[in-house]
């Protein structure tokens, strides 16, 4: 039986080219940043965001976890999910529950949003939206009860939730 040199396998296999050597190869495994792995990333929904002490998202590049896609976002291939992280919209949200969220479709009077303000980059929080005026938009938290009349050009993405899971 003749065995083919491990370096041709990753050749023909694209991992590596033919003037890289195995050490080559090892080393630049080594040195890259890890890749999140998702065996179904055409089919499950991306998990974004890690919990900040008060209730917001510090907004991740990569998913920091994977889960099954409802079928309701099929096609839908911008939506997402995010844990809810803090207290700030209780009861109606409970820590540790997956929102999953279609930021294409708009937002109504009502619905749970993930906001993300200008002068928070790459932080998002979770509101209900109460209404859209001309030049504002009314925000809610429940834990404690407050509403936020904030500036639409202050907003820099307001995102639907779709469905939540326990």
């Not at 890289?20 to 089919?43: G, I, K, R």
Request: with cysteine; aromatic share 8%; net charge neutral.
């Amino acid at each position: 039986m003749h065995h083919r040199p491990l370096s041709e396998y990753f050749i023909a296999n694209g991992a590596m080219s033919s003037d890289e050597t195995l050490t080559d190869l090892s080393q630049a495994v080594n040195l890259s940043e890890p890749v999140f792995y998702a065996p179904n990333a055409q089919t499950d929904l991306p998990v974004f965001g890690k919990p900040l002490m008060d209730g917001g998202l510090a907004w991740t590049e990569r998913p920091i976890d994977m889960i099954q896609r409802p079928n309701t976002l099929t096609n839908n291939v911008d939506a997402y999910s995010c844990n809810v992280a803090g207290d700030d919209m209780k009861p109606r949200l409970m820590r540790g529950n997956k929102i999953l969220v279609a930021p294409t479709t708009p937002p109504v009077s009502e619905s749970i949003v993930v906001v993300e303000y200008k002068n928070e980059k790459n932080v998002r929080y979770i509101r209900e939206l109460k209404e859209f005026k001309k030049k504002t938009v009314i925000l809610k938290s429940y834990n404690p009860e407050k509403t936020y009349d904030v500036k639409s050009e202050d907003i820099l993405h307001i995102h639907k939730v779709c469905s939540i899971r326990v």
